[in-house]
């Protein structure tokens, strides 16, 4: 089981880093590291430790940047995920496609980063990965395809991006969202919402059961 402790910064760096690393993260917490943005700045940064209650209990694990700055499509966010490999850092995963914030790590070894796209949808941008039982190799969750086969009420769907939790695997992973009917404009769902179960089988986001929240006053048929 992983320590879900985030050292956030600035704090001394010294301590944290290796002394021999891959990548060197003694600038981590105010300069942008392995970046495609221009003008960029950092906006949160910090790092996971193991907490497996053996001999590498408080070894570092993941460290990541939350990134602002510009490039071709204009103002934008991204993100750098590092892992450690028992020598040093190296890039676990990077992305500039939009805004990003601070990831979380839970009891079962998920790591979820929450993002979101530009323009008023809001679309999801967000990562996940499950660390496996060899305590080093980092799986992807293919996050695209979840909403396949979950059943909404009649006439009503998601237009825009959803609340991803995965915070607590004991109550179950979920994601939230508003409601829309046909002819409610974009800005204001008034089906109600939705809180859908999720499962991770093998490296797929699978959705699964939806409760059905009616809007209020309004009673569900």
């Known amino acids: 089981m992983l320590l879900r ?6 704090v001394s760096l010294a301590l944290a880093t290796p002394a021999i690393a891959q990548i060197s993260l003694k600038s981590i917490g105010d300069t942008c590291l392995q970046t495609e943005l221009d003008d960029c700045k950092v906006l949160t940064a910090g790092y996971f430790n193991r907490a497996d209650y053996w001999d590498d209990e408080g070894a570092p694990l993941i ?3 939350t990134q602002a700055g510009i490039s071709e499509y204009g103002v934008m966010g991204g993100f750098v995920l590092f892992r450690h490999d028992g020598d040093g850092w190296a890039v676990l995963d990077k992305g500039f496609d939009g805004y990003f914030q601070m990831p979380s ?16 949808g809001a679309f999801n941008t ?3 990965f499950k660390l496996e039982d060899d305590g080093t190799t980092w799986t992807p969750i ?3 395809n979840w909403r396949v086969g979950v059943e909404l009420p009649e006439d009503l769907e998601i237009w825009k991006g959803v609340a991803f939790d995965f ?16 002819d409610d404009g974009n800005c ?5 919402s939705a809180v859908i ?13 939806v409760e059905y929240i009616p809007p209020t006053g309004e009673e569900e048929n």
């Open 5 to 10: 402790l985030a050292i956030f910064l600035p």
């Open 197 to 209: 179960s999720l499962e991770i089988e093998g490296d797929t986001l699978v959705g699964k059961e």
């Open 105 to 120: 790590l839970n009891d079962e070894n998920v790591l979820h980063l929450p993002g979101y796209s530009q323009g008023t």
């Open 142 to 144: 293919d996050m695209d």
């Open 126 to 128: 967000d990562r996940l």
């Open 63 to 65: 460290a990541w940047q």
């Open 167 to 182: 915070s607590n695997p004991w109550s179950g992973y979920v994601a939230r969202s508003g409601l829309w009917r046909p």
């Open 188 to 192: 204001c769902p008034s089906g109600g």
